[in-house]
Nanobody, 125 residues
Framework: QLHLTESGGGSVRAGGSLRLSCVHP????????ISWFRQAPGRDREWVAS????????YYVGSVRGRFALSQEPAKKMVYLQMNSLKPEDTATYYC??????????????????WGRGAQVTGSS
């Protein structure tokens, strides 16, 4: 079975920074997509950012572009989500998700078959 494990959540004041990490089981040369989603209480799960592990193509939702940065460290099979200039509206549980064998990253949860347990991020005003 495939597993993803997130770490690095926490609580910061608005304007602060946090970095989330996701450990995955995939080799860099294979075509796999890793995405971050988030879900605030009472709201649907929302796509945040994606990375294709083989060619390093990265995508962001408009509300985080310029503030969040996605990267990977292939030797450690790690994907990082650096979150800067956090806002109260960024408060949510953040999930790492994988679409194994994907040739392109989707933004809907239905495409992802492997999910982490989530990490809580709170940006307080």
């Amino acid at each position: 079975q495939l597993h993803l494990t997130e770490s690095g959540g926490g609580s910061v004041r608005a304007g602060g920074s946090l970095r989330l990490s996701c450990v995955h089981p995939f080799d860099t040369g294979a075509s796999n997509c890793i995405s971050w989603f988030r879900q605030a209480p009472g709201r649907d799960r929302e796509w945040v950012a994606s990375i294709m592990l083989d060619d390093n193509k990265i995508y962001y939702v408009g509300s985080v572009r310029g503030r969040f940065a996605l990267s990977q460290e292939p030797a450690k099979k790690m994907v990082y989500l650096q979150m800067n200039s956090l806002k109260p509206e960024d408060t949510a549980t953040y999930y790492c998700a994988a679409d194994p064998g994907a040739w392109i990253c989707g933004i809907e949860t239905k495409y992802y078959t492997v999910w982490g347990r989530g990490a809580q991020v709170t940006g307080s005003s």
